[in-house]
């Protein structure tokens, strides 16, 4: 492998080139902005200016566009994505187990960390079992606080 | 044969108490096979493990790895119940009592299995439909009285109608899969669990409509439905049930699956297909409907996961003995989902009619806490907050209207004494502030203000005054918006003032 002249441009490079191919597999699909989206967020964990750029470029859509579409939704970041999320339930389902307060400490504590970002979400589709919170990806049941903190400790080790 | 075949929930919420784990210990026992299967919904008793034998499936409620060596010395695997046992799983009066009929291969087959769908009734409907003109399909679902389970309750069959009649170079069939409403999970469940229920259903709608391609939009926060559904659409694919000239007739159908991404309001179906089209989730104005400017501008078909799950046995038993089930304007089964503080909670299909009081004390058991209850919220965050003195409401969809309420997407979810009105009138609130798409003033500045007002009245400042003023802006928000996130946010806040008047005036306390 040869090295880039600055290891930065080098990985801005790589990076335009993984968008675009993501574009170029999707560029067919029927309305196909939201499939490149998730694809580039799947794959890179946020999106950068550049990216939306890019992806315009290969979609034939103004960067408005989907910079306007970026923003609609909460799934595609815009900032680099942290090391862990945890996404608590505040949906009423959850709220009637007490989640609130079950989260409260869990969520003080975790405030301190920044490998973990602590966000809310209504509703996961366990609400016979909350309350729920969603780790890293994998939804969990029936929390408490302690449990909850528990899953998060392995990621001190 | 030698060995035992046990089954181990793959659904989400028995793998969130752990299923997985389960599953794995079994599995590495000597002689057993292990089959993930969606859940029976019977959510309190999850992981749900059963074993085959020879009077039926067996099961064992809350089964932890830790129990699994103990209960085996006990003689889980002897084919007989042992142990904590609830027994017989189709017996067990919980599930016997209830009338399953779009849930009632879900926790019983392995999801993607294609042979088990068919040998228990799969693609029966689908058949038959294929010997009928489109325009006699239509009929037999007006006949049923099926109406649209996503929430507003639309006749189905006056839908598809519409979308048969309008002529067009492209027509589209829509599955919205966004089910954002809280306390509701049963999409998410049939589509883990039975995925090929949601396809025929679909199927069929391609060909009483004439479309021939087909998306389930599915929101992200459920990453297993869109992998099951995934699978199942593979397998359909290679079993002739999808693709071009479906097991040899003249039906041609594709169908993708799209994920939403976390936008509640993209479970209304004009701004589901704003994003389908890869635009922000914004609300569309009607006219014109779907059906006759949907998707990219065809006729397109949107019906909810449990309207298209309804519609096999339609068309296998007939619209007839559909309509036959039920009360009133509201024909046949609902699937009800129990949630929140209930000792029970999990999924109720039964006719409609069944009291809510019956659902929340036989089937749900009274709260978790063991206090009373004091509040239900049916049918979803935009649902009325109903008190302990309307549960003898009859379950349909005129009877909740004439209570002030609305079935929804048929959630339920209690609360015990604790619950607290002018808090939860401010989260509906809030949770409009949130999730509004922004397009028009009533909801995205009403709900903000609806906020700052039930700060006011919490906090004892001129009450009486910004009492008023609230009643104002919900009615504002009623009359004046566009769509029904604005339009119902009213509905559970005035019904917490109604109902719960005294949590909106604190003073004394
Ligand atoms: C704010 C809002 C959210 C909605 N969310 C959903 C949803 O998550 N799932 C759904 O099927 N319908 C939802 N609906 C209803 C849809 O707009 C539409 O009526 C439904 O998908 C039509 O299918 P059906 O006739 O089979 O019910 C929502 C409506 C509104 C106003
Ligand atoms: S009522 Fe709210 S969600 Fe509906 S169109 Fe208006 S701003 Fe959008
Ligand atoms: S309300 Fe929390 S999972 Fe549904």
């Given amino acids: 492998m040869t090295h880039a002249t600055s290891p930065s441009s080098g990985l801005d490079l790589r990076r335009s080139e993984t968008v675009r191919r993501l574009a170029e597999q999707h560029a067919t699909d029927r309305g196909a902005l939201m499939v490149v989206l998730h694809a580039a967020v799947a794959e890179l964990g946020h999106l950068e200016r550049t990216d939306v750029e890019t992806i315009a470029d290969v979609l034939n859509l103004s960067v408005a566009d989907v910079h306007g579409v970026v923003s609609f939704y909460k799934d595609f970041r815009t900032d680099p994505a942290p090391a862990h999320t945890v996404h608590l339930c505040r949906g009423e389902a959850c709220q009637a187990v007490g989640a609130e307060s079950v989260f409260a400490q869990a969520r003080a504590q975790l405030a301190h960390r920044d490998d973990v970002e602590v966000d809310e979400v209504f509703c996961l589709g366990n609400c016979a079992l909350g309350p729920s919170a969603m780790v890293d990806g994998r939804l969990h049941g029936r929390l408490s606080g302690e449990r909850l903190l528990g899953l998060t400790e392995e990621w001190v080790r | ?509």
């Avoid at chain 2, 978790?368 to 965050?381: F, I, K, L, N």
């Avoid at chain 2, 003023?469 to 119902?488: N, P, Q, R, V, Y």
């Fill in chain 2, 1 to 509: 044969m030698s060995g035992s075949t046990v089954y181990v929930p793959a659904d989400s919420s028995a793998v969130a108490v752990g299923a997985d784990a389960v599953a794995e210990a079994l599995g590495s026992l000597e002689d057993v096979t292990v089959v993930r299967t969606g859940s029976r919904g019977m959510l309190w008793l999850e992981p749900l493990v059963e074993v085959e034998t020879p009077a039926g499936r067996v099961g064992y409620p809350n089964v932890t790895p830790g129990v699994v060596a103990g209960l085996v010395a006990e003689g889980l695997l002897s084919g007989v119940a042992v142990g904590a046992s609830i027994g017989v799983v189709d017996e067990y009066p919980w599930l016997a009592r209830q009338h399953r009929v779009s849930f009632a291969r879900v926790g019983v087959i392995a999801p993607t299995d294609i042979a088990a769908y068919e040998e228990h009734g799969g693609w029966a409907g689908l058949r038959r439909a294929l010997v009928m003109e489109p325009a006699e399909v239509v009929e037999e679902l007006a006949a049923s009285g099926l109406r649209g389970r996503g929430g507003a309750g639309f006749p189905t069959g006056i839908k598809w109608r519409t979308v048969l009649q309008t002529s067009a170079d492209l027509k589209f069939v829509c599955c919205n899969l966004d089910e954002g409403d809280s306390g509701t999970f049963a999409d998410r469940m049939l589509a883990e669990g039975d995925p090929f229920t949601l396809i025929e259903g679909m199927l069929v709608a391609a060909h009483a409509v004439g479309a021939r391609e087909g998306y389930i939009y599915c929101r992200s926060e459920y990453p297993a439905a869109a992998a099951t559904l995934r699978r199942a659409i593979d397998v359909a694919y290679a079993h002739g049930w999808l693709g071009d000239r479906i097991q040899g007739s003249d039906l041609s159908f594709d169908l993708f699956v799209r994920l939403g991404a976390g936008a509640y309001i993209c479970g209304e179906e004009t701004s589901m297909l704003e994003s389908l089209e890869g635009r922000r989730g914004e609300v569309r104005a009607k006219p014109p409907i779907p059906a006759i400017e949907g998707l990219f501008g065809r006729p397109t078909v949107v019906n909810n996961v449990l309207t298209f799950a309804a519609v096999p046995m339609i068309l296998a038993d007939g619209g007839a003995a559909y309509a036959a089930l039920g009360s009133g304007r509201s024909r046949g089964t609902q699937v009800f989902q129990l949630a929140g503080n209930v000792r029970q909670g999990g999924i109720v299909e039964t006719d409609f009619g069944i009291s809510l009081r019956d659902l929340v004390e036989d089937y749900g058991g009274g709260t978790v806490t063991g206090r009373p209850v004091r509040a239900v919220q049916v049918g979803g965050p935009l649902g009325a907050y109903l008190p302990a003195t309307d549960l003898d409401v009859p379950m349909d969809y005129e009877a909740l209207l004439e209570v002030g309420g609305m079935l929804g997407h048929g959630g339920v979810v209690v609360w015990d004494d604790t619950f607290d009105a002018a808090r939860m009138a401010r989260f509906a609130m809030e949770f409009c502030a949130k999730e509004s798409c922004g397009k028009c003033t009533p909801c995205r500045i009403g709900s903000q203000r609806g906020v700052e007002t039930i700060d006011r009245i919490i906090a004892g400042t001129e009450r009486e005054r910004n009492l008023l003023l609230l009643d104002d802006l919900c009615t504002t928000m009623t009359k004046g918006s566009l769509c029904a996130m604005g339009g119902l946010t009213p509905m559970p806040v005035q019904s917490a003032i109604r109902h719960f008047a005294e949590d909106f005036d604190r003073r004394t306390s």
